[in-house]
């Protein structure tokens, strides 16, 4: 039986994406900030741990916990939305700290088991703004490109030792916690000067077109984790799908 540990599963794409590998199956190590907001059902091939992947102990405590695994999936994640001028410098540094140094740091804590055994999978979850330039996003999508570049360069770094990297890139999903993550308001966010430049995007937020839901990560995720080929990335979402045939990627 197989193992994955999640990171951010308390809610949206981590919470369906643990679901799923449960259904599928695998042994699934669920972990989230504050264990109190697990909505996962008990099972004995469930565990649910505590874990800031801000914090070096944190990470440290949790893969001690876990035990072997054979993947590992990078979900847990902070968004902003807003006037790159009205984001304060230490909310731009927050988010990287998860989105970025977090992945980062999760990932070099598992790599060396998964040299070790020759095998693993890490699966990176970024975001479809580093598919195309998204307005009212630029600390967020710097977050997320950063692991694009880390991704595709681990990818062949791991290589050798028939370890795998993988991204997948999810559409907008406004069934997510995606603004709920921040400390920050929206209407601090958009300063007079943007207002009417953000009112039709944030119309079409409101109603989008095509939308990413919960159920398309999971699966893009799954299969992610299981593709033993050198596809890189995976677009999760019709909206996804559809940004990256139009960037060939």
Excluded at 80 to 89: D, I, K, Q, S, W
Excluded at 124 to 138: D, F, G, I, K, W
Excluded at 144 to 152: D, R, V
Aim: aromatic share 8%.
């Amino acid at each position: 039986m197989k193992t994955v540990l999640i990171t951010g599963c308390s809610s949206g794409y981590g919470l369906e994406t643990a679901r799923y590998f449960h259904a599928m199956g695998w042994k699934v190590i669920a972990t989230m900030r504050r264990p109190a907001d697990n909505l996962l059902p008990a099972s004995d091939r469930l565990r649910v741990l505590p874990l800031d992947v801000t914090r070096a102990e944190s990470i440290a405590a949790v893969f001690e916990a876990a035990g072997p695994i054979d993947a590992l999936v990078n979900n847990a994640g902070i968004g902003v939305v807003g006037a790159f001028e009205a984001t304060p410098m230490a909310h731009v540094r927050k988010v990287f700290e998860t989105n970025t140094f977090g992945v980062m740091a999760m990932t070099q804590a598992a790599i060396p088991q998964f040299r070790a055994q020759r095998s693993g999978v890490v699966v990176n979850v970024t975001s479809s703004a580093t598919l195309t330039p998204m307005p009212l996003a630029s600390a967020y999508t710097a977050s997320k490109m950063a692991i694009e570049g880390f991704t595709g360069s681990l990818a062949h770094e791991l290589l050798a030792f028939n370890v795998r990297a993988k991204l997948v890139e999810p559409g907008y999903g406004p069934s997510t916690r995606f603004t709920q993550n921040t400390d920050l308001k929206i209407e601090d966010m958009i300063p007079a000067a943007y207002a009417a430049f953000a009112e039709p995007i944030f119309a079409g937020f409101a109603k989008p077109a095509l939308v990413t839901t919960p159920a398309d990560v999971a699966e893009t995720v799954w299969r992610a984790a299981n593709d033993s080929s050198g596809q890189l990335r995976f677009a999760a979402g019709p909206d996804a799908v559809a940004l990256a045939a139009l960037a060939g990627s």
